[in-house]
């Protein structure tokens, strides 16, 4: 079975080989996506709300869609990976936003799946009311039921078979839409001109009939973001990325456009109100209207290609949906059983069966086809705001010179585009606020599951791609700055290292500080001794920066004792971590003012304790016993993702249980060690279980085999030691250099 925490993270094309996709396949992605399902259901609701102004909708929608997937377009070449908006997120942001993105689009497609489910429903019933004479289209009861089972079939069907259709569907929902435009301009110019109904009163619904309009339907264009979602499977990212989107969008607009203006037009019988008529019957709006030109042929066709056509678009949707859970398990903001494939069918089981149930709670929740367009179309409003934000944030971090799509007008357009798509949002939960209700409680919940029981595990898992991977710190805008306090040549060398890696030159800063030890009253004799015996460790801490390419800062400063000075220094330059040298010798070491100052500290602090001769570029193996504590695991993760830019490292995950524990114990460990393996350190190791009376004596035993050991210290905020007599032991004892690692309490 693949492994859930080794695989790449999922798009809905999750099968699709690297770099395997050109313009004209990118362009069908995107026409795929948006020409569809959505004007058959939605097409009715528009004209109620707007009347013939519904064309001046669909008009702002396309400008508004236009000025958003430029946005898409600059973050999908900036950061061309699978995923989409939730990987934008992430790249732009922090863990934490990413998942409020990435739980928001996951809903948002499980709402789009209930709204194409709800449609085939409203259509098949429109079908059985012709056949049989009934008006079962009038019930909502077996409407909400053909719409969940349909949902059940196709979700079964993709989880069985995966995706189907693809280029067939494509050409056939284009053709049939091209046949139906045809038929419709004939007709239009072949009848009498009293036989086409006007288009006045235009204005019918007013400005807040368009802006309903634009709010129900803004989602029938929103399908340009799946091209964004498989931007890691594009060749030449930067040219066919925005070509892509765009082409996508005008073909969209050159056949909804005519499509719309027919609908109010030739496809209205005359003498009647094309908003009358579309607020009696808005699902069944769209197939009445063609019938006025193709009569019954072309009644039947409009019903099979909605029906055809809603499969598809429910299917797309469930198969994004899952892509966006399955890419957040991965990353650990969403239980990481959500990432497993069906060990059969190679499908995201968990994943899909999630956004079903999610589906099916919309259909349940949301009373027709308008309701819960309304509510699609502003949960990807929202979402498409903030993609506006993050490429605001991206242009002004990327250099000026990125391989990058590059917005016209900046920072204009991207503001419109937030200002276009937060307004129409607002406007839209206002009037429809079973869909702002509904959004703001999922966020909420979402919120709570978040805290409550996934942003350990995703934030320890983020800081170690962080620390891998720099330019996702450069992306977030993230700077760290650590502090180095240098006292000895011996360790100048070594910690100084260190600090390059945790900390690399493009991603923050390292400051060297020199605490020059000397009473106030000093003579200029013993000052000048004091002087002379520090400068051989800053010597050392220069050359060891400078062969390491970061441009450091030093401070100089003078202190009877050097823990209060180290205090202060780290305060006032508001660093991230500070990374102290211990003594090998215990008769060096001054364990009570060091735990005196560990306790003032607020920040992270890392204790390296190592031989002279210790060079951080030997170290191959690395030991990192795990205890119950969870304290310092983000800093652990962070320390481990540095040493993996480093080179190739081999990590050994161990765990000491006491000889009486129960042997089922054993499993269960060694579960939660493979876990921390492939999180924190891609699966580059193994994990031992041992069983030993003495843990200390067992690490001992262990590090005859290692570089370096990690250790974590726990600081507790009542007061009390941090660093204990048994991990003082342990540094100063280990055969090999020892990293211990504390963070504050929360």
């Not at 309009?213 to 499977?233: R, T």
């Not at 042997?663 to 493979?674: K, S």
């Not at 210290?713 to 004892?733: E, H, K, Q, W, Y």
Request: glycine share 8%; proline share 7%.
């Amino acid at each position: 079975m693949p492994n859930p925490s080794t695989d790449p993270p999922t798009s809905p094309q999750t099968t699709l080989p690297a770099a395997s996709l050109g313009l004209t396949q990118t362009t069908a992605i995107g026409v795929g996506a948006i020409v569809g399902g959505g004007i058959f259901v939605l097409a009715g609701g528009m004209v109620a709300q707007a009347g013939p102004s519904a064309l001046i909708a669909l008009l702002l929608n396309g400008l508004l869609a236009l000025i958003t997937a430029m946005s898409f377009a600059e973050m999908a070449t900036a950061f061309p990976e699978n995923g989409g908006e939730y990987a934008f997120a992430r790249r732009a942001l922090s863990v934490r936003s990413a998942f409020a993105v990435g739980w928001v689009v996951y809903f948002a497609y499980a709402v789009a799946a209930a709204l194409y489910a709800l449609g085939f429903g409203s259509y098949l019933l429109l079908a059985a009311d012709s056949v049989l004479g009934t008006s079962m289209s009038l019930s909502g009861t077996l409407l909400t039921t053909a719409a969940l089972g349909t949902a059940l079939l196709v979700a079964f069907a993709l989880l069985r078979f995966g995706p189907v259709g693809g280029v067939a569907a494509n050409i056939g929902k284009v053709a049939v839409f091209g046949f139906l435009i045809a038929a419709g301009l004939a007709a239009l110019l072949g009848s009498p001109r009293q036989a086409v109904s006007p288009l006045t009163p235009f204005f019918q619904g007013g400005t807040t009939g368009i802006l309903a309009a634009m709010g129900l339907s803004f989602i029938i264009l929103q399908g340009f973001g799946n091209i964004a979602a498989v931007a890691g499977n594009v060749r030449d990212p930067v040219r066919n990325l925005p070509r892509a989107m765009f082409f996508s969008l005008a073909i969209a607009l050159a056949i909804y456009g005519p499509l719309l203006f027919l609908l109010v037009t030739v496809g209205v019988p005359p003498g009647e109100d094309p908003t009358t008529l579309a607020a009696h019957d808005p699902e069944g709006y769209f197939a009445l209207a063609v019938q006025n030109w193709l009569g019954d042929f072309g009644w039947w066709l409009v019903i099979i290609a909605a029906l055809l056509a809603m499969v598809s678009a429910l299917q797309a949707n469930l198969i994004a949906a899952s892509g966006v859970g399955r890419a957040m398990a991965l990353d650990r903001t969403l239980p990481r059983q959500i990432a497993t494939l069906h060990p059969k069918w190679n499908t995201p089981a968990p994943a899909l069966i999630v956004a079903l149930a999610l589906a099916g709670g919309v259909i349940l929740v949301l009373p027709d086809t308008s309701t819960a367009g309304a509510a699609a179309s502003l949960i990807f409003l929202f979402c498409f705001a903030l993609v506006h934000a993050m490429a605001w944030l991206v242009r002004r971090r990327l250099p000026p010179d990125a391989n990058t799509f590059r917005t016209p007008l900046f920072p204009l357009v991207p503001a419109l585009g937030v200002a276009g798509c937060a307004g129409v949002a607002l406007h839209q939960a206002l009037l429809v606020p079973t869909a702002g209700w509904m959004t703001l409680v999922w966020l909420g919940f979402g919120l709570f599951f978040y805290f409550g029981f996934l942003s350990a595990r995703a934030e320890a898992l983020d800081h170690a791609a962080a620390a891998h991977d720099p330019a996702l710190m450069r992306s977030r805008g993230d700077s760290r700055t650590i502090l180095v306090p240098i006292a000895s040549p011996d360790s100048a060398a070594a910690l100084t290292g260190l600090a390059s890696t945790l900390v690399p030159s493009d991603a923050g800063r390292v400051i060297a500080l020199q605490v020059i030890v000397a009473p106030r009253d000093a003579s200029p004799d013993s000052l000048q001794k004091a002087l002379d015996k520090a400068h051989p460790a800053l010597d050392r801490a220069i050359q060891q920066i400078h062969r390491d390419g970061h441009e450091a800062e030093f401070i100089v400063r003078m202190g009877e004792t050097p823990w209060p000075v180290i205090r202060r220094t780290a305060e006032r330059q508001h660093v991230h971590s500070v990374l102290l040298g211990l003594p090998r010798d215990p008769d060096r070491l001054q364990s009570a003012p060091l735990n005196a100052l560990l306790a003032d500290l607020h920040c992270d602090v890392a204790l390296l304790c190592a031989p002279e001769d210790f060079q951080l570029e030997s170290v191959q193996r690395v030991l990192i016993p795990i205890g119950g504590s969870t304290a310092h695991d983000v800093l652990r993760a962070r320390v481990l993702g540095a040493l993996r830019r480093r080179g190739t490292v081999h990590f050994t995950f161990l765990r000491i249980l006491h000889p009486d524990v129960p042997a089922e114990r054993d499993r269960i460990a060694l579960e939660r060690l493979e876990r921390l393996l492939q999180d924190e350190v891609r699966g580059e190791g193994h994990c031992v279980i041992t069983r030993h009376h003495d843990p200390t004596a067992a690490i001992l035993d262990s590090a005859a085999d290692h570089d370096l050991v990690l250790l974590g210290a726990t600081r507790s905020d009542r007061g009390g030691r941090v660093l204990s007599p048994l991990l003082l032991r342990l540094a100063t004892r280990a055969p090999c250099a020892t990293l211990i690692l504390s963070r504050p309490q929360a």
